[in-house]
């Protein structure tokens, strides 16, 4: 009769210790992340304002095309609201990217 596995090692320690490591693979991040468990997103410190304005730059344009295509798809008082949606997020969108040209043109040599 042929087994379906094949046998277990004798000594499964090291497999327990990479299942451990594959769950949780920073203890210190997990720790962080339980002082901080009332919240269900945070934000890394370790980055500039350059790098969260470009990054927030690119989410408020894949939200401005979320809301246009919907405003293309409902009617009536739905449509009113979802374009005037549109209309803050692109208002929103033109102070994040000055102030991305701020950063820009304090330090021209500045990477994204």
Do not use: W, Y
């Not at 693979?25 to 304005?53: I, M, Q």
């Not at 405003?71 to 929103?92: H, K, N, P, Q, S």
């Amino acid at each position: 009769m042929i087994k379906d596995s094949p046998n277990p090692p004798l000594n499964s320690a090291p497999l327990h210790a990479d299942a451990r490591r594959a769950i949780n693979p920073n203890p210190k991040h997990s720790a962080e992340c339980a002082l901080s468990a009332d919240r269900l997103f945070t934000v890394r410190t370790d980055l500039d304002a350059e790098t969260l304005l470009a990054n927030a730059s690119q989410d408020l344009a894949s939200v401005q095309v979320l809301a246009a295509n919907l405003a293309f798809e409902v009617d009536g008082a739905a449509r009113d609201v979802t374009l005037g949606i549109c209309r803050m997020l692109e208002g929103i969108q033109l102070l994040v990217d000055r102030t991305l040209d701020q950063f820009e043109t304090q330090n021209p040599m500045a990477k994204f």
